[in-house]
C-alpha cells in the first residue's frame, strides 16, 4: 500500500510540474513568440522607405513603412539590404 501511495504522490507532484510549465509557456513565452511572428509578417507585407536607417542596438530599421499605401504609425522593419 505504501508503494501505490509514493507512485499517486509522484503523479501528483508530475502533473503539478506540468501545469507550472505551461502556465509559465502560455502566460510569457508565447506571447512574445506570437508577437514577433506577426511583426515579421507584417513587414513582409509592407513596404518600407529604407533612405532613413534608424540604428536601435546594432539593428538597422526602416521606416516609415506602408501596408496597402497606408502608412503604419510606429512601424519599424529591419532592413536587410
Known sequence: MKEATGELNMAV???ISIAILAAFFFSY???IINNNFYRTSQCDKAACDC???????????????????????????IFKG
Not at 536607417?53 to 526602416?62: A, L, M, T
Open 13 to 15: 507532484v508530475v502533473a
Open 29 to 31: 513565452l508565447w506571447p
Open 51 to 77: 533612405s532613413n536607417i534608424e540604428v536601435v542596438n546594432d539593428v538597422e530599421y526602416c521606416t516609415p513603412c506602408y501596408i496597402n499605401g497606408e502608412e503604419i504609425p510606429g512601424m519599424k522593419c
